[in-house]
């Protein structure tokens, strides 16, 4: 069993940066592949990073190639979300999720544990 709770949501203007969290308890945290997805209102949940167990391999959504940058740190047992330059369009409830597998895959129904996530509000 893995808990993850996410923090580092807010309000922040277009062109702003924000940094997400994602703590993980529970089993091995450098053994699982961390993702992280979002959903806006009235919008499916949408896959936006993934990375390994190791932090040596990445995967983005299009839309935030460039701008977004996913990490993990395997001693704190904790996954990052760096956000640059900030949209309008990237408001949404940001998820962090754990994938035993391992390996970076962008289906969200293949993640076993999920966080409540946290609001990313970007303003025009």
């Known amino acids: 069993q893995v808990q993850l709770v996410e923090s580092g949501g807010g309000l922040v203007q277009a062109g702003g940066s924000l940094r997400l969290s994602c703590a993980a308890s529970?089993?091995?945290?450098?053994?699982?592949?961390m993702g992280w997805f979002r959903q806006a209102p009235g919008k499916e949940r949408e896959f936006v990073a993934a990375?390994?167990?190791?932090?040596?391999?990445?995967r983005y959504v299009d839309s935030v190639k460039e701008r977004f940058t996913i990490s993990r740190d395997n001693a704190k047992n904790t996954m990052y979300l760096q956000m640059n330059s900030l949209k309008p369009e990237d408001t949404a409830v940001y998820y962090c999720?754990?994938?035993?597998?391992?390996?970076?895959?962008?289906?969200?129904?293949?993640?076993?544990?999920w966080g409540q996530g946290t609001q990313v509000t970007v303003s025009s």
């Open positions: 529970g089993r091995p945290f450098s053994s699982y592949a």
């Open positions: 990375i390994n167990w190791s932090g040596g391999f990445t």
């Open positions: 999720a754990a994938d035993p597998s391992g390996i970076v895959r962008v289906q969200a129904t293949l993640y076993t544990y």
